[in-house]
């Protein structure tokens, strides 16, 4: 009885560890799905062709319209904690799943809060956007 115990709580363990380690995203996951590409294509729909996985249309997604190593540089010396920086970025907003297309909205000065772990950025918190419009077709 004691080992079928031991053997439950030790695949729940497991399952609580893999499930941390998929929600986890890293400093160039970070990259890749919110700072706005330095060449090549400022649209929307081709900006979540790199952030959507396959046969998923993300709802919503902020690109931050700044080079990574300027937003890297407000994670120095943060360990595990938020920052709060204004920043200007593109919001793209899912318009049609089949193919996915997106509209966008550009933002000046958007309050953002930042994740830093070990002085690198590594999630955006997601904002409120019910409120806002879309009138640009990007």
Request: glycine share 4%; with cysteine.
């Amino acid at each position: 009885m004691l080992q079928k115990a031991m053997l439950w709580w030790s695949a729940c363990l497991l399952l609580l560890l893999l499930c941390a380690a998929a929600l986890s995203q890293t400093y160039n996951d970070f990259k890749k799905k919110h700072i706005l590409p330095e060449n090549g294509s400022r649209k929307c729909d081709d900006m979540m062709k790199n952030v959507n996985g396959i046969n998923q249309c993300k709802r919503i997604n902020t690109f931050i319209n700044q080079k990574a190593e300027k937003v890297k540089a407000l994670c120095k010396g943060k360990k595990n904690e938020y920052i709060t920086h204004k920043f200007d970025v593109i919001d793209c907003k899912m318009k049609s799943v089949k193919p996915c297309k997106y509209k966008s909205l550009a933002l000046k000065g958007k309050k953002k809060k930042v994740k830093c772990e070990n002085g690198l950025p590594v999630h955006l918190e997601q904002g409120i956007y019910d409120n806002f419009h879309y009138d640009s077709e990007n």
